[in-house]
């Protein structure tokens, strides 16, 4: 499934969890390492005015969907994919790591929140190490040199998998740094999960997300900052359909 047109068109390419977890263990076997980007309406706003965004998105080897609009979409083109949120990929991800004997790295939000979301995840998955954390500075710069240094220290630390999660779109621009930089480590940019998996953020109840409300448990805990975030991802929905409609095969 394709979404948007010119050099900010970004291509679905994992549409099934099972194909995906499949390349995932293939990839961490070999060593050999990959970026994974998890798609949804906000990224979509962002891509077409934010040429930055839209190469490092093209330098990602594994896209999913991440939010169910992108999967009505997907429907509605005749094209489907499954829902992959970033945030319930964490945990699956690292057991893929743990049955394969690669390290982890966590990488984002800030050292409290690393240290519990580590905490977190070997108390959930069995076997799992945690070879690097690190959380950027304020006003992080995911092309300078700090981040070079913590790449540097990221690929000499053993690690094959590191989970981002430093938002959009730094986490992105970031991973695709990484590819060329650390190349036998897997990058996915996850968001807000590991505040998620520390408890430094609530997540919505699972039936709200169930339901497809999870946007609005979002807005009521950051109105400033998410409220005109959903106006721009509501705003282009119509357009999504359309397009979709002519995609239809």
Known sequence: MKFGKGSSSIEINSPTQAGLFHEVTQRLTAGKGFALATL??????????????????AAHDLVVADGRPI??????????VELMPGSD?????????????????????SDQALSGAADALCAKVAGLRVAFTHAPPYGF?????????????????????????LGAPKQEIFAARGR???????????????????????????????LALEWMWRAAQSPKRMVPRYAKCFAILPGLFVEALQRRT
Not at 40 to 57: E, G, I, M, Q, W
């Open 89 to 109: 990929m964490i945990v699956p991800l690292c057991e893929l790591a743990a049955r394969s004997d690669v390290p982890i790295a966590l990488i984002g939000s």
């Open 180 to 210: 060329s930089q650390a190349p036998k480590v897997g990058f996915a940019s996850i968001g807000a999960g590991l505040d998620f998996l520390s408890g430094h953020q609530v997540r919505a109840p699972r039936l709200m997300r169930m």
């Open 141 to 165: 710069d995911p092309t300078g040199a700090v981040a070079d240094a913590i790449l540097a220290d990221l690929a000499a630390s053993g690690a094959g998998l590191c989970v981002v999660a």
């Open 40 to 57: 949804n309406l906000d990224h979509l706003t962002k891509l077409p005015v934010d040429p930055a965004f839209a190469k490092a998105y």
């Open 71 to 80: 999967v009505w979409v997907s429907h509605i083109a005749r094209d489907p």
